[in-house]
């Protein structure tokens, strides 16, 4: 997913701190042509969502959407919010 400023959302099924995937951003160059990674979201841990699944949409404030395969009650996934 791209945003107005010309950054890159994506998520990653696995990796990051806990091995239940990523929320990265990629931020846009400023002039050296390189793109700046950051890492958003670590899924696991603390959190009660797992594996990223899906595209992202973002809203007029800038949140984030998406949806995890497991987490949430029953664990048969999460639709998740990231705020900047």
């Known amino acids: 997913m791209i945003d107005a ?11 990051g701190a806990y091995c239940f995937g990523t929320l990265f951003e990629l931020v846009a160059p400023a002039g050296d042509g390189e793109y700046e990674y950051k ?10 969502e797992y594996y990223p699944v899906g595209s992202l949409i973002q809203d007029g404030a800038g949140n984030l959407y998406g949806t995890a ?3 949430g009650s029953g664990e048969w996934g ?6 900047p």
């Open 5 to 15: 400023a010309g950054n890159l959302y994506g998520t990653t099924r696995y990796g």
């Open 69 to 71: 395969a497991e987490g």
């Open 39 to 48: 890492t958003l979201l670590n899924f696991g841990g603390s959190l009660d």
């Open 78 to 83: 999460v639709v998740f919010e990231v705020t």
